[in-house]
């Protein structure tokens, strides 16, 4: 009896486990396009640059917060919405708000491309349709989070003597859905961004620490 030599040296269980972790592999590094995929609105404030990449991590650390601030039920679900919401410009790039009156972008496809190949694409697709419907409180949470990443850096911009930022910043706040989002945003204006790390370290800079020698 012919036995194939593949088969005798690799068990379809096997073969399957290879099939999905090389899935997984190429989404790993599709997922790595997003540290080179410009956040394209900078172009028009004049000043500020960060990736995709960038963005979708402070958005999933104050999508984090905000669950936590709000005993959400599930923080791991709004982290995820917050992680992966922009995970399709991967293939589509960036649309700022200009470049969206002109250019129609198929993000459904682009989604479907991404998460077909992978054991866990239902789920991650589901992530990504849940964040762009915005009707469960995850998704408000998480759109949330998504501005006041937004608002963070105008801010930053802001205090660094962008005029720009203010506009811009008012767009921003109108955009909020929830109570804790506009609190946040309030005291998010209030707070120089300089902060965390000037404000009460005057013996940092006056008398500079020496190195240990040990």
Request: proline share 4%.
């Amino acid at each position: 009896m012919f036995m194939d030599p593949e088969k005798d040296l690799l068990g379809s269980d096997e073969r399957s486990r290879n099939e999905e972790l090389s899935a997984v592999a190429r989404f790993f590094f599709e997922m790595g396009m997003l540290k080179r995929t410009a956040r394209s609105g900078f172009q028009f404030l004049g000043t500020g640059k960060e990736s995709v990449a960038d963005h979708s991590f402070r958005v999933a650390v104050i999508g984090y917060a905000l669950a936590r601030l709000t005993a959400h039920p599930d923080p791991y679900r709004v982290l995820c919405l917050c992680l992966f919401h922009d995970a399709p410009e991967a293939r589509t790039g960036d649309m700022n708000y200009v470049n969206k009156q002109y250019v129609t972008v198929h993000e459904a496809k682009a989604v479907r491309d991404l998460t077909s190949p992978l054991p866990f694409g239902d789920e991650l697709r589901s992530f990504i349709e849940e964040y762009r419907e915005g009707t469960s409180e995850a998704a408000r949470l998480a759109h949330d989070a998504d501005q006041l990443d937004l608002l963070l850096e105008l801010k930053q911009q802001k205090d660094l003597g962008n005029a720009y930022a203010e506009d811009w910043i008012r767009y921003a706040l109108e955009r909020l859905q929830t109570p804790v989002g506009r609190h946040s945003a309030r005291v998010i204006l209030e707070t120089d961004s300089a902060a965390w790390w000037f404000d009460g370290h005057d013996d940092w800079w006056a008398k500079p620490r020496r190195e240990s020698s040990e």
